[in-house]
């Protein structure tokens, strides 16, 4: 079974950094490219980064865009959000997710295109 956990998730002032990190359990991490979604009370899930599989490409929101960074260590099983210049706006339940097909970016940026997510982390921005 594939499972994954996040963690790293806090409360932080506004300006503020944080690193996210999911664990990915098993040797199949690298068979899948790995996406970050977020979750505000009332609101639908929304995409934020993603990862191929081999790191070699990645993509990110348009409001996150030069604020997070993603990336993966494969020999960790681990990905990474790298969350920089924060924002009470980004206050929400943080998911890793795996994916298993296609890193196609209408695809990878659907929450119904994952196998695989975590369990979240919150995340709280203060102003």
């Known amino acids: 079974q594939v499972q994954l956990v996040e963690s790293g998730g806090g409360l932080v002032q506004a300006g503020g950094s944080l690193r996210l990190s999911c664990a990915v359990s098993?040797?199949?991490?690298?068979?899948?490219?790995m996406g970050w979604f977020r979750q505000a009370p009332g609101k639908e899930r929304e995409f934020v980064a993603a990862?191929?599989?081999?790191?070699?490409?990645?993509t990110s929101a348009d409001s996150v865009k030069g604020r997070f960074t993603i990336s993966r260590d494969n020999a960790k099983n681990t990905v990474y959000l790298q969350m920089n210049s924060l924002k009470p706006e980004d206050t929400a339940v943080y998911y890793c997710?795996?994916?298993?097909?296609?890193?196609?970016?209408?695809?990878?940026?659907?929450?119904?295109?994952?196998?695989?997510w975590g369990q979240g982390t919150q995340v709280t921005v203060s102003s």
């Open positions: 098993g040797r199949t991490f690298s068979n899948f490219a």
């Open positions: 990862i191929t599989l081999r790191g070699n490409f990645a």
């Open positions: 997710a795996a994916y298993r097909g296609l890193f196609i970016i209408a695809t990878i940026q659907m929450p119904r295109s994952y196998d695989y």
